[in-house]
Each structure stands twice: as structure tokens, then as C-alpha cells.
């Protein structure tokens, strides 16, 4: 450290480090700033930094924290603090700094540094996230210049998997099959070129509330364990999930799906919903929107689930408004999906009409515990593409310990499918086609905040691969890096964007 800021702490607040660094400017000093995740500190990492700093005389490095570093299964390998902790101890460091949000363009303007430090693979302004394009744009916005170091280059992604794999064994053999024959440029090529297809989605809207206490003990007077209430947040679920996912990548995404009578509901389904997605809501009289609360401990440990729900069937005269509205709109469409949980939105003659229309079909039917039993895929006498979960395929053939391999074969000549897929949650995923047959796709990521959100973002991406007609293999590991993404959030509080899915595929890939 220098002796000018020896005086201060080497890891600071950002709102501290704004403070700090007035003071230098205020002498003439030249601040450089740089940022990155660092996960793993490496040679390249000491030539930037040292390179970075002789532009120079205070040296400033933020770093993305755990919570927006998407850059694959199990990253960041060392958490935030640590990573601090690593970067400070580096004498070519000056200040150390935890960011608050996902870029560094926000930080660029708390901070005002003189100098914003890139290393020379950033050149063109050009990166999967589009940011240093907008760092860029802030750093001169303030009378800043971006310069590009140009000394040699690691990946810490590439070093990661090689040498400090989170993979098993069998992922990693997976993996190294795959590489083979797709990169994350192709992959990520394949899924630009589907931002003009035309989807569809119909289904029942779920609103997820989750509720987190703090068990307090047993009530004085009953064998009540009592709670102190701490927070809750709320995310769209069921339809309304898959649609904010495949609007990341389709620009024209229709939902379609019915609500109850509150307006509360209705106001916080739009409100949440992406901007891109077209809706046609039907009311159903005297009934509610489907909520499903959960009410969880301060660890996440679920405790309790609360549904409230009407799984009545539509009235004829709403059936016949959602069937005309179906039998109008579909020849507008490439791609149907009906994302069926058995809450009473899709009825048999909308299964019907769904099976019997042009589009591409892709179908997901949800065997939960409000339906089990009532709600099996074979409800749909034929589809282009089912994707379901081992046990709602075992439930569907009635078969507990037949090989699953057999199963898929039966279900899709039963189906008359031309594509399958069967979620097999830490196991990954079996996905058979018509053209290429059985192909096992290996799950990325062992780390599960929640599972909830992950089936539906692996029928999402999977559906729009099937639907361009892309390989199996393909099919199933898309959406397994899709459900990879997912369970690290809770619930569907986030969708899988653009952005985030190609960080995720390029990371795995390298």
C-alpha cells in the first residue's frame, strides 16, 4: 500500500471509498479503477493489476458480489469476502470494494476515478453482458478514460473447471462429450437466432408468497409452536413464470391464462410481468387467483404451505371465450405451450383444441398435491414436445421400477411425440427424439436454494430448442442449465435473461 492511504483499511464500504478517495483527488493523485469477480487469483490477474496501476498512483479494485456472478455451477468458487480478502493482501492493491450491483457503471459514478482499467480481450467494447460498453459510456461521462491493459491473459472460468472442477465425474465425462461438438459461441448463436419466434402460452397463473419467521417456542396455553414474523416477498409462478422466461429471448410472447376476481392480483401480475408480454386475461366469477404461501424459517427450511385455490372447471360461457380466443390467435403463433398445474384453467375441451392445432405443441402437465392423480400428461392424446418430471412419467405409465429408458419410448409412441423430456432433479435429464433417440444430459449444480422455479425454466428453454427442431442433446442441456440457474434463487424471484443464460453457457463450455 502506499504510504499516502497506509492510514486507511484496504477493504471498504463503497460509500466509505467515495469519501476516501475525495481526499486524493484533492492532491492531484490519479485514481485507477478496476473490476472483475476474481475468483481465482492468478498471474494474469498480477500483470493487470501491476500494469493497471502505473497509470497512475492509487489503485482501486471492486469486485462483483456472490449474488450476481453468473458465471456458472458452484461460482463464485470463493465467496465475496474472501475474494476481498485475497485482492487486499496483493501489495499493487490499494483499496478493496464489494459492489452493490450487477455492473460497474454505478460505481464508475459513485467513485469518479480518473482512470477505468480493462483487460486488452475488451478491446472491441464487446462482451456477452454488453457492460463494458456502457462502463465505457460512464467513464467518460465523467471525464474519465478507459484504457485496456496488454499483457498477457488467463480465464479463471478455464483454470476453474480444469483444475478446481465442481463438476462430478460423470458431469465433467458429459461435459467433455459435448465440447466435442458444440462451443459456447454456437450454442449461444443458436439461441440468438430464435428472438423471432412466435410464442404462445397458455396456462393456469400461480402467485408464490413466501414467509419467513423465526420459531419463538411452544404458546403458553396450547402445544402451538408460536412465531415472530420477519419479511415476505411474492413472484409470479405457474404461466405467468414461463412467459417472463421465454420473453427474454422471443420478442413476441402471448400469454393467455385466467385470474380470480381480486384486482390485487391482477395489478400484481402485470407489475411483474416483462414489458414484451402480451396478455389476455379471463376473470373467473367468485373465485381467486391461485396464491400458494409458504411459510419458512430464517435458515429456508420450509415449515408449512398454505394454497388458496379454486380447481373448479370453467363455466361453459368462459370456456367458449377462451376456446374462440385460442382458435383465433393460434395461426399467429410458431410455437403453443400449455403449461397445465391442474388448477382448472385448461379443461378437456382446451385439450382437445390445443392438440388439434398447427403450431408447434409443447406441453408440461404438474402432478402436485392438490391434483395428484387427476392431472397425468396422458390427459393429452398427442404433442410435439412433453417434458415432465421422472415421477409424473412413473405416475403417468403406472410404473414404479421399470427402467426409465423404456418408459420415455412407450410414453412418446403413446403420445405420438416427437420429442420427450424427463427432469431427474440432481440426476439431470433423459431426452429422446424421434430423429436422434436417447441422449443423458447431466445435472450442473448440487447447490439448491429451491427447486421450484428450476422445472419450469428447463420446460421454457427446452421447448423454444425443440420447437427450432434442434438436437436432442441440445435440448437437454439448455435446460438443465437453465434449472442449474434457477435453483440458486428462490422460487422464480429472478427469470433466465439472455445475459445471464449465455454467462452460464460460456462458463460451462470453456
Known amino acids: ?116 482499467a480493462k483487460g486488452s480481450e475488451y478491446k472491441g467494447l464487446q462482451d456477452l453482458t454488453g457492460n463494458v460498453a456502457k462502463e465505457y459510456e460512464a467513464i467518460r461521462s465523467i471525464g474519465g478514460e478507459m484504457v485496456f491493459t496488454d499483457d498477457i491473459t488467463f480465464s479463471s472460468t478455464r483454470l476453474l473447471n480444469d483444475y478446481f472442477s465442481v463438476f462430478s465425474l460423470g458431469a465433467e465425462t458429459y461435459l467433455n462429450d459435448f465440447r466435442r461438438d458444440y462451443t459456447a459461441d454456437r450454442v449461444i448463436g443458436m439461441f440468438k437466432s430464435l428472438d423471432r419466434m412466435r410464442v404462445l402460452i397458455v396456462g393456469d ?6 414467509h419467513f419467521c423465526r420459531a419463538m417456542g411452544l404458546a403458553n396455553k396450547s402445544a402451538t409452536i408460536n412465531a415472530r414474523f420477519l419479511q ?16 427474454n429471448f422471443c420478442h413476441q410472447t402471448h400469454l393467455v391464462t385466467g385470474l380470480g376476481e381480486n384486482e390485487d392480483a391482477l395489478e400484481f401480475v402485470t407489475s411483474k410481468l416483462n414489458s ?16 400458494k404461501r409458504r411459510f419458512l424459517d430464517d435458515s429456508r427450511n420450509r415449515l408449512f404451505e398454505l394454497s388458496f385455490l379454486d380447481d373448479q372447471p370453467l363455466s361453459t360461457q368462459l370456456e367458449q371465450q377462451v376456446l374462440k380466443h385460442l382458435l383465433e390467435d393460434a395461426p399467429n403463433f410458431d410455437l403453443i405451450i400449455a403449461a397445465d398445474f391442474g388448477h382448472g384453467f385448461i379443461n378437456p375441451a382446451m385439450v ?3 392438440c388439434s392445432l398447427q403450431p408447434f405443441f409443447a406441453v408440461n402437465a404438474q402432478t402436485n398435491s392438490a391434483n395428484i392423480g387427476f392431472n397425468l400428461i396422458t390427459k393429452y392424446p398427442e ?53 436422434s433417440g436417447i441422449f443423458q444430459s447431466s445435472a450442473f449444480t448440487t447447490e439448491a436454494v429451491d427447486a421450484i422455479g428450476a422445472g419450469d425454466a428447463y420446460f421454457a428453454l427446452s421447448s423454444l430448442c425443440a420447437a427450432a427442431g434442434y438436437p436432442a442433446e441440445l435440448i437437454g442441456f439448455a435446460g438443465n442449465c437453465a434449472g442449474a440457474m434457477m435453483v440458486r434463487v428462490l422460487g422464480n424471484a429472478e427469470s433466465v435473461t439472455q445475459e445471464k443464460f449465455y454467462q452460464f453457457v460460456s462458463s460451462v463450455l470453456k
Open 352 to 354: 382437445d383444441l390445443l
Open 276 to 291: 414484451n408480454v402480451t396478455t389476455e386475461f379471463f376473470i373467473k366469477p367468485k373465485a381467486m387467483t391461485t396464491v
Open 205 to 210: 397463473t400461480i402467485i408464490d408468497e413466501y
Open 383 to 435: 404433442a410435439n414436445y412433453v417434458c415432465i418430471d421422472e415421477r409424473e412419467m412413473r405416475l403417468a405409465c403406472h410404473e414404479r421400477f421399470r427402467p426409465i429408458e423404456e418408459l420415455v419410448e412407450d410414453l412418446a409412441e403413446r403420445m405420438r411425440v416427437s420429442v420427450l423430456s424427463v427432469t431427474q432433479g440432481h440426476h439431470g435429464s433423459t431426452t429422446w427424439s424421434a430423429n
Open 232 to 247: 415476505s416477498e411474492s413472484h409470479l409462478g405457474g404461466a405467468c413464470a414461463l412467459a417472463n422466461h421465454i420473453s
Open 1 to 116: 500500500m502506499s504510504k499516502e492511504s497506509s492510514q486507511y483499511k484496504k477493504i471498504q464500504t463503497l460509500d466509505a471509498l467515495a469519501v476516501i478517495l475525495q481526499s486524493f483527488r484533492g492532491e492531484k493523485k490519479t485514481i485507477v479503477h478496476c473490476h472483475g469477480v476474481f475468483d481465482l487469483v492468478h498471474p494474469g490477474h498480477l500483470r493487470y493489476f501491476g500494469e493497471a496501476k502505473s497509470f497512475g498512483e492509487v489503485l482501486v479494485v471492486t469486485l462483483s458480489p456472490d449474488r450476481f456472478v453468473n458465471k456458472g455451477p458452484e461460482r463464485p468458487v470463493f465467496n465475496q469476502n474472501l475474494r476481498a480478502e485475497a485482492l487486499a493482501a496483493l501489495q499493487v492493491v490499494d483499496f478493496v470494494a464489494i459492489n452493490d450491483t450487477p455492473s460497474a457503471v454505478e460505481t464508475i459514478l459513485r467513485l469518479q476515478p480518473d482512470i477505468y
